[in-house]
């Protein structure tokens, strides 16, 4: 199954997926991530995994637009989605696309890829 990957509310396949390249994320790093694994088809620690992501962004700066129960909910859904029994969930939070770098000023990306496990995907960039 070809990895899926979620934007802002709206599901894409690979070649679909579009980030702009004004994303502040793209532009000066600026923004989250948290890498998870899912085996036989259950999330590791999630709930650690989104603590540790919410606890990053908020160490930035960076208000992540969805409730943490939101998003303990999309990633269940995601799994769910792609059928896969072992994956990694890339789970990424931007700034957002903004003109210069006033961080206030910009909306977030909220996105995240999910793919099966392959040793050289996960240890490639995603």
């Known amino acids: 199954m070809p990895p899926i990957v979620w934007i802002d509310g709206t599901y894409h396949d690979r070649s679909d997926a579009k980030v702009s390249v004004f994303d502040h994320g793209l532009l000066y790093g600026?923004?989250?991530?948290?890498?998870?694994?899912?085996?036989?088809?259950?999330?590791?620690?999630?709930?650690?995994?989104?603590?540790?992501?919410?606890?990053?962004?908020?160490g930035i700066w960076?208000?992540?637009?969805?409730a943490k129960p939101a998003m303990h909910r999309l990633v269940e859904e995601a799994v769910t989605k792609s059928g896969l029994d072992e994956a990694y969930i890339r789970?990424?939070?931007?700034?957002?696309?903004?003109?210069?770098?006033?961080?206030?000023?910009?909306?977030?990306?909220?996105?995240?890829?999910?793919?099966g496990h392959h040793?050289?995907?996960?240890?490639?960039?995603?």
Do not use: C, W
């Open 62 to 66: 960076l208000e992540i637009p969805l």
């Open 30 to 58: 600026d923004g989250v991530f948290e890498g998870i694994r899912v085996y036989n088809r259950r999330v590791f620690r999630l709930g650690q995994h989104i603590d540790r992501l919410y606890a990053s962004a908020k």
């Open 91 to 115: 789970l990424l939070v931007t700034r957002g696309m903004g003109d210069g770098a006033r961080p206030a000023q910009v909306p977030h990306t909220v996105g995240h890829l999910h793919r």
């Open 119 to 126: 040793p050289a995907l996960v240890a490639g960039a995603l």
